[in-house]
């Protein structure tokens, strides 16, 4: 009986372990080939269950023709994403394709939900259930098949990898596209026999776990590339059978998390293991330590550009003519503006960090929440005049932001996008849990409008103006750091850390300032939105305004300041002015956000 | 216009609202500035209150009901959006009353700009205790979770007479005011709650979480939750071989449950303050009329917009179609009709109804059915 | 200056650096020979930090800096170029060059504990006359390096190293290298891909850097320059010093030879040098 309970949650564990392990199969064959991170995996998954729905519902399949019509469904899918919205980036900047498959997601998430609707769809198992006894709990055989599948589609691959032609040309393009090419590999065929296979995967994977839990909806598709990728990274980039022990080691840890500390702690759980297995063994639990050092990238981590340069007299112009614009009566504008403005701070610190250093944050919204949070409590709890609250804030997290990220100032690459991410997921998920501090779920409400002096600003003018200020004066401070030997020693870690370092340039010491400066500006304007909106929550500040920052910084061109703040005022227009479009404004976003990576990857002011 | 010094000075109260606001023509129709979900996670949810929304105008126009049209704009329940989307409507002299935000994180951050500009925000959907405190110009017709959880625990502990509960509830504001409120009424009720879980939005998998409730040995479960977790919970529930009885609060109603729960929510208890089975003429009228109109049973959200909507258009009638009439009549208004609440008063000091009605519910044959006196087998 | 002993490194079953011992004196200009994949450049990597040797020893004037981080090395007047090129693409020329100077900087970078790295980022955003001073002086310097290369570099100083050819890339990394003002010099094939006027001109500058008593490693396949330079030549293959000396007994030793001879992929016409 001491045991039982340990035994139910392993089998628990491994169950969800399953559907990870299925997700991080196709993703990590995707990286191994093509070397990028598939964020639109979890989308093609949920495209998958559509179309197993559908044919479910108006063909009346039965499960193996489902199952066919799913795998060429999905694999003519990933064909597409490869042929149409990667294949011309290649040989671009590394982020490149990466960012595209961001919007791809977005793209193919906006179209399921606008052709199924929203609603929560039932997907009734065709399998028919039958339950087998373990331990004090059941297993069916619908888990036995997601299993069957995750092991035996590793099998395969592998076996594929290793012992057919194209599989060897897999790998000889895994390990070197322009060799492999030299060699007369056609890696383009290559790269989409791969995708297609990863899809149809991924499909399968969505179609299944939709009968499981009798449940699709269109936004399934964040949660599950999120913990693929946890499971892929765990059992190491590009590791196909490490990718089943991957998933299988965190549904585990996710379950012995619960187990021990509730549901709410599961994701905490996963996030942790995940930044434990990066700092401890960044090529994943089942990979030999990595035997050569990784070749240069010089040049190849951000576009090739040169910055437009705007004339001095138009920038001065132009924040003389947005100092101007609130004499004009347009609250609307102004509110829109002000919104910009503020997303512009995260955008300036985000400019700074993934720009200028090169170190790509996914989790950069986190900064926000702590400022928000801290100058919140200042006021709630310690009664802070807010005055003095917001900078407080902006210093609390600028030395609790670069404190989190300091296990990822030694990861290079993709590890610290993930690694990020995860500590941004960490920071969300510690402030719902911590009740005692945050309030948790309640957030904070009724926090004081922002004021200066004991004055309570509270038009939307004068907030306007306030913003305006601290974008004008952060930017123009960030912009003397850039020209000083800062900023050549920042943009000589994000060319070649490798070479930087060997000119004395202490790389970790580096990257730490630009995220000690970017978690000021950020934490400052994390504080003023939430005064500015008297409520927060842990959502307020969530993952996908992350995501966002980072189209804003590359719409304006990586590390150029005016960029930034371009960027993430027309990204936050934008929507506004594609309201008009109800429905599909979305849907043009990704489209727009595609078209801007595909023709002009190094944004519009260029990267600095 | 506005002077600078003043501002300076910190008038506080000199917001937009101050701004010179020109007269709305006589003959154009007062218009109802809606900020909801289109796209996004929530988005189904904005598609429901438009359903009902076109419905409850419709039938007001064909009875020669006031000329009352309406906007939705889409926020995503995104606070970034539901400002912007707040100095759009404030500004908007057609204007006169602002429904939504669906998320009380949406909703309580364009409240400020609601507040200072007069412009009445009626949170239909907000439950969090705190939104209705963001100002006087912040009403809500949501069931009270004060009024709600005890009624809930009192069906759970003494009809059902199930005496050691497992509470299941979501991690948000609403699932934590209901959680805390639920198990305070239970205890004094002589319940005994043996182990409350949290769960995060978007969970699927609970089977670790339930073998932890299995552990605490209740007689019961009671689920604080929406209609899509509810299912995927109760047929977990079921997989792992507990037998227990489940009950559910009304936000569970709705016939999306019966379709994504199958065999695992019959015989699940709930109470609905909206039942299409309900004989009151009012629910029946609205369900017959939504039938027609969309080809599917209404389910609470429908029936909730529906009655604000309806709300508005008798505001109009009695006062008028002016964000000053809708303050104060709001405060006045006397037994609206209401498929919800039978009729609403609100009142003047909490800004919410009270007196909802709780049909209580059980599924029966992959149908809700009125409960019908039965205790469940405790086995 | 330099001793290296039984320095070693093994990838998985491949021993690329085998036990190789290895002095350079001040002033000294001394070369490393060998076929490709001799295990030159790898012995370059642990010299300078960049790799981890698994046995063997590293000492930096007297200072033992096995496995010690290359910023470390940096600081101790050691700096290197790369074999295939290590430019910053995206920054300018002049500002390539600047970097090279980091180690130099001291009013910018207070050498202060704990807060030093706070203090660097306050000093950065207030400019204070003397950061603005060094800065000047620092710039002043990289021009004069840059105009050792002639007009290859000095008019495109603030054009971004990306469009370069790769002759001037090359050029490029060795004015960075020549900004830390290094005590030690190690260049990797620093002619690589030049033609022959680039590469007589190069290594005109090479022997003026050699006559100013600069102490100077260098790996090169264009055995004539490494003849003409060297003091001293060491001769690698298969990760083992296979001859060591004056470069008229290592060119004629019959092993350097043979190992020569025995590897195809060495070009035949730079054996012939």
């Known amino acids: ?455 309570d600003l509270t038009s939307v003018r004068s907030v306007y103006w306030l913003v305006l200020a601290l974008v004008v004066g952060i930017a123009l401070l960030q912009a003397r750091l850039l020209s000083s030997h800062l900023g050549r020693a920042w943009r000589a870690i994000r060319e070649d850390d490798v070479a930087a370092r060997s000119y004395g340039v202490d790389a970790n010491r580096y990257k730490a300032m630009a995220f000690a400066f970017g978690g000021f500006g950020a934490g400052v304007g994390g504080a003023i939105t939430a005064h500015v909106y008297s409520y927060i929550d842990y959502q307020t500040f969530s993952a996908t305004l992350s995501i966002l920052a980072l189209t804003m910084v590359i719409l304006g061109g990586l590390g150029n300041i005016v960029g930034a703040i371009l960027g993430a005022v027309v990204l936050t227009a934008l929507p506004e002015m594609f309201r008009f479009a109800a429905d599909y404004r979305m849907l043009a976003y990704g489209l727009v956000l595609l078209l801007l990576i595909r023709y002009r990857p190094q944004g519009l002011l260029g990267t600095v | 216009m506005l002077d600078r010094r003043s501002l300076l000075a910190g008038a506080a109260a000199v917001g937009v609202a101050s701004f010179a606001r020109a007269g709305r023509a006589a003959d154009a129709p007062a218009i109802v500035g809606v900020s909801g979900p289109i796209t996004g996670p929530m988005a189904q949810y904005g598609a429901q209150w438009k359903a009902s929304f076109d419905l409850a105008l419709e039938q007001s126009k064909a009875a020669g009901g006031p000329a009352v049209d309406y906007v939705f704009e889409d926020s995503q329940a995104d606070p970034r959006q539901s400002v912007a989307i707040a100095q759009k409507f404030v500004n908007d002299d057609r204007i006169f009353i602002e429904i939504g935000d669906f998320s009380s994180t949406a909703s309580m951050a364009a409240s400020p700009i609601y507040q200072r500009a007069k412009l009445v925000q009626f949170g239909m959907t907000n439950s969090h205790p705190d939104f209705t405190k963001g100002g006087d110009y912040m009403w809500s017709s949501s069931i009270s979770q004060a009024e709600e959880q005890p009624n809930l625990a009192d069906y759970a502990v003494n009809a059902l007479g199930l005496k050691k509960l497992a509470v299941l509830h979501l991690n948000t504001d609403w699932g934590t005011t209901a959680k805390n409120l639920f198990v305070k009424a239970a205890q004094d009720k002589g319940a005994d709650v043996v182990a409350t879980e949290a769960f995060l939005p978007g969970e699927h998998d609970f089977r670790s979480t339930l073998v932890r409730i299995r552990d605490a040995n209740p007689t019961g479960l009671v689920l604080e939750a929406y209609y899509a977790d509810a299912a995927v919970i109760a047929r977990q529930v079921r997989e792992l071989g507990l037998k227990q009885p489940i009950a559910a609060v009304g936000s569970v109603y709705s016939p999306k449950l019966l379709e994504l729960g199958g065999d695992a929510v019959n015989g699940m208890f709930t109470q609905s303050n909206f039942f299409p089975d309900d004989p009151r003429p009012e629910v029946q009228a609205f369900v017959k009329a939504f039938q027609a109109k969309y080809g599917r049973a209404p389910d609470g959200f429908n029936a909730t917009a529906y009655d604000t909507m309806n709300l508005v258009i008798a505001l109009v009638k009695q006062f008028s179609a002016t964000r000053e009439g809708i303050h104060e009549g709001l405060a006045k208004i006397k037994d609206v009709p209401s498929v919800v609440y039978g009729s609403m008063t609100f009142d003047p000091t909490t800004r919410r109804v009270a007196g909802a009605k709780f049909e209580r519910l059980t599924v029966k044959d992959d149908k809700f059915v009125l409960w019908d006196g039965t205790k469940p087998n405790l086995g | 200056m330099l001793q290296v002993r039984g320095l070693a490194r093994r990838f998985g079953g491949v021993t690329a650096v085998a036990g190789i011992d290895l002095d350079v004196a001040e002033g000294e200009f001394v070369s490393i020979i060998g076929p490709n994949g001799a295990g030159k450049s790898t012995l370059f990597n642990l010299m300078s930090g960049l790799d981890r040797p698994d046995a063997g020893s590293v000492r930096f004037d007297g200072v033992d800096v096995t496995g010690a981080r290359p910023e470390r090395l940096a600081a101790l007047g050691l700096a290197r170029t790369f074999q295939h090129g290590r430019v910053f693409g995206n920054l300018s020329v002049l500002d390539n060059v600047l970097v090279g100077a980091h180690t130099r900087l001291r009013a910018a970078r207070p050498a202060v504990p704990v807060l030093g790295a706070l203090l660097e980022l306050a000093l950065a955003a207030i400019l204070p006359g003397s950061v603005r001073a060094e800065e000047r002086a620092l710039r002043a310097d990289a021009e004069k390096i840059l105009a050792m290369f002639g007009d290859r570099l000095l008019p495109r100083r603030d054009q971004p190293a990306f469009g370069l050819s790769y002759a001037n890339r090359r050029r490029v990394e060795i004015a960075r290298a020549l900004a830390l003002r290094p005590r030690l010099l190690m260049m990797d094939e620093p002619t690589a891909g030049m033609n022959e006027t680039e590469t007589a001109e190069m290594q005109e500058l090479i022997a003026g850097l050699k006559a100013r008593g600069q102490t100077i490693l260098l790996i090169e396949h264009k055995l004539e320059m490494v003849m003409r330079l060297s003091d001293r030549v060491l001769a690698m293959d298969d990760g083992r010093r296979i001859a060591e000396g004056p470069p008229d007994a290592v060119r004629h030793d019959p092993a350097v030879i043979e190992a020569y001879l025995g590897h195809a992929s060495m070009g035949q016409a730079e054996a012939a040098e």
Request: proline share 5%.
């Open chain 1, 1 to 455: 009986m001491m045991l039982g309970p340990w035994l139910d949650y392993t089998v628990n564990g491994l169950i969800i372990g399953n559907i990870y392990a299925l997700l991080a199969v196709g993703l990590a064959l995707i990286f191994g080939v093509a070397n990028l991170i598939n964020f639109a995996h979890g989308s093609v998954y949920t495209v998958g269950a559509y179309i197993g729905w559908a044919s479910i519902t108006f063909l009346h399949t039965p499960l193996p023709i489902t199952l066919l019509l799913v795998i060429v469904g999905c694999g003519l899918l990933g064909i597409a994403i490869e042929r149409v919205g990667l294949r011309a980036l290649h040989g671009r900047s590394r982020i490149a394709p990466l960012l595209a498959t961001i919007g791809i997601s977005l793209v193919l998430d906006q179209l399921v939900q606008l052709i199924c609707s929203p609603d929560p769809r039932a997907l009734p198992n065709q399998l028919g259930d039958r339950r087998f006894q373990i331990g004090g709990g059941t297993i069916g055989t619908l888990d036995i098949l997601i299993a069957g599948i995750g092991i035996g589609s590793a099998a395969l691959l592998y076996l594929f990898l290793r012992f057919t032609k194209l599989g060897w040309a897999v790998r000889a393009t895994a390990q070197d596209q322009d060799a492999a090419r030299q060699m007369g590999v056609d890696t383009d065929r290559v790269n989409m026999t791969v995708f297609a296979i990863a899809s149809a995967l991924g499909g399968v994977g969505g179609v299944l776990v939709g009968m499981y839990y009798n449940d699709i909806d269109p936004n399934m598709s964040f949660d599950a590339t999120l913990k693929g990728v946890v499971a892929m990274m765990i059992g190491g980039l590009g590791n196909v059978p490490g990718a089943i022990g991957g998933g299988l080691l965190l549904g585990l840890t996710e379950s012995y998390g619960i187990a021990l500390f509730g549901s709410s702690y599961r994701n905490l759980f996963a996030f942790a293991l995940l930044i434990l297995i990066l700092v401890a063994a960044p090529n994943g639990l089942f990979q030999r330590r990595r035997e050569t050092p990784p070749e240069p990238l010089t040049g190849t981590f951000v576009a090739r550009s040169r910055p437009v340069r705007l004339p001095p007299w138009l920038v001065a112009g132009a924040v003389v003519v947005a100092a101007l614009l609130p004499l004009t009566n347009q609250p609307y504008l102004l509110q829109t503006l002000t919104n910009g403005l503020l997303s512009a701070l995260l955008a300036l610190s985000l400019t700074l960090v993934a720009g200028t250093v090169g170190q790509i944050s996914l989790g950069h919204a986190a900064l926000l929440a702590i400022g928000g949070y801290a100058s919140g409590l200042l006021a709630l709890d310690l009664g802070w005049p807010v005055d003095l609250g917001v900078p407080a804030a902006g210093l609390i997290t600028a030395a609790l932001g670069t404190l989190l990220v300091y296990p990822a100032l030694r990861m290079r690459g993709h590890y610290v996008s993930i690694a990020t991410l995860g500590i941004g997921q960490i920071v969300a998920l510690v402030i719902l849990n911590w009740t005692g501090l945050t309030r948790g779920a309640m957030g904070l409400t009724g926090l004081p409008p922002p004021e200066i002096g004991g004055f």
